[in-house]
């Protein structure tokens, strides 16, 4: 038996959807809206539904073999697992975003307001911008409204978040969409039967592009 997390949610469904085109269907999981976990037998599958920052966690820690985490949540806290296939789906990008009004002079401390403090330290350290990073855990984009912060770091999808809160992007740090991650033991010891699902997985990559 194959252990899958899933991500719950609107992306969790996409994903499932090409697991169930990949062959690995496991129609209970359509039926019931509350259950967290549901197995197929036959196809030796069990899938269960977590939160999709959490994840990797369960990845890392081996509750499950295998598991659909965004690149954002990889880069961010650097589980240790395998990455194995850009799945194409989910896709939006980790940018620096501010009022449209702002310039960075690089004068003083740069305020950062972001769910993503690691990413935001990294990608400063990069560019040699000393930073102050303000660790929030939702709804970033007011934090430069209210002057708590100069600049957001946060995932932009489709840009309206940004737009209706008068902010735009002024970098991009990083593509993102969702990984097919592996926990490193169960590769070794379960080897073809994730293999087997990779491939399989695969082939509906391509049909996403
Ligand atoms: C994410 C992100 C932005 C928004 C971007 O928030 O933090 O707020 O989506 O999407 P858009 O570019 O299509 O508008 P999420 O819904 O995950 O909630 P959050 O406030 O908890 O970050």
């Known amino acids: 038996m194959l252990n899958i997390a899933l991500p ?61 985490a965004g690149k954002d949540i990889l880069l961010e806290y650097s589980p240790d697992v395998y990455e194995l296939l850009d799945l194409n789906l989910g896709k939006c990008r980790m940018a620096v975003a501010a009022p449209k009004e702002f310039d960075d002079d690089g004068e003083k401390t740069l305020k950062v307001a972001t769910k993503f ?47 209706e809160n008068n902010l735009e992007v002024k970098n991009t740090i990083v593509p993102i969409s969702a990984r097919l991650i592996a926990n490193k033991a169960s590769f070794k010891f379960k080897g073809s039967d994730i293999e087997n699902i990779v491939n399989s997985i695969k082939t509906q990559v391509k049909n996403n592009d």
């Open 8 to 68: 719950k949610g609107r992306l969790g469904e996409k994903v499932y959807a090409m697991f169930e085109a990949a062959g690995y269907e496991c129609p209970s999981i359509k039926e019931n809206n509350r259950k967290l976990i549901f197995e197929n037998t036959e196809k030796q599958v069990c899938y269960f539904w977590v939160k999709p920052s959490d994840v990797a966690i369960y990845v890392e820690r081996g509750a499950a073999d295998i598991g659909v």
């Open 117 to 163: 403090t690691n990413i935001a330290a990294k990608y400063y350290a990069g560019i040699g911008r000393e930073i102050d990073i303000i660790k929030l855990n939702g709804s970033i984009e007011i934090a430069p409204i209210l002057k708590l912060s100069d600049v957001i770091v946060d995932i932009v999808e489709t840009g309206t978040t940004l737009k």
